[in-house]
């Protein structure tokens, strides 16, 4: 039997050294943070509509790609949506300028982004999901693997022939029905219901 070849330490810190570096590049590990969301959900009798404006910026001096995943709880009265929408935004009009390719991965989409050198890039989502017990759940703890909480994060409800019954986030009713917070780390979902008006 022949004895393993030994290994140079030098060898070992420098993999340990390079591995994460080539993670982050890569985009699979966050290099970018994840500094801000608007979502704005509107409530229908049997299914919801979710536009979300997410910022992420880049603190480095050369450009940073990021791969991302669209989550979504789903059950046996919550599937998946049937499609998803990313489109990139100008942050000063808060308009869509380009579709961003999504790509469904074991029935979860994906979606790749390149942040410019001590930028930001603004992003869209949109998805439709069924919810018949007139009960939803927007997923906030995703936030918490980005390792820092986010610098403000902004959640409006948009009821359309419903009345909102609860939220487990209590909701300012002067004027709206929303919830904002700065240096926000969620540690639960958001969880909403309504009944017909």
């Not at 046996?76 to 929408?85: N, T």
Request: glycine share 6%; proline share 11%.
């Amino acid at each position: 039997m022949r004895a393993a070849p030994r290994v140079h330490p030098t060898t070992l810190v420098a993999a340990a050294i390079l591995t994460p570096l080539i993670l982050r590049l890569a985009g699979i590990v966050p290099a970018v943070r994840f500094t801000r969301e608007r979502i704005a959900v509107t409530v229908h009798a049997d299914y919801i509509e979710v536009d979300g404006l997410y910022v992420y910026t880049n603190p480095l001096p050369f450009p940073l790609p990021q791969g991302l995943r669209v989550p979504f709880p789903t059950d046996a009265l919550h599937p998946a949506p049937a499609s998803v929408e990313v489109t990139e935004v100008e942050p000063l009009s808060q308009k869509d300028s380009e579709p961003i390719a999504v790509r469904w991965v074991w029935g979860e989409p994906y979606f790749s982004i390149r942040v410019p050198a001590f930028g930001a890039k603004h992003v869209r989502v949109r998805f439709t999901q069924y919810s018949p017990q007139m009960s939803a759940t927007y997923l906030l703890t995703t936030t918490q693997p980005w390792g820092k909480p986010l610098d403000q994060g902004e959640y409006v409800l948009r009821p359309r022939g419903v009345r909102i019954v609860t939220s487990n986030y209590p909701l300012d009713g002067q004027g709206c029905l929303c919830f904002t917070r700065r240096y926000f780390m969620p540690d639960r979902d958001w969880r909403f219901t309504w009944v017909l008006q």
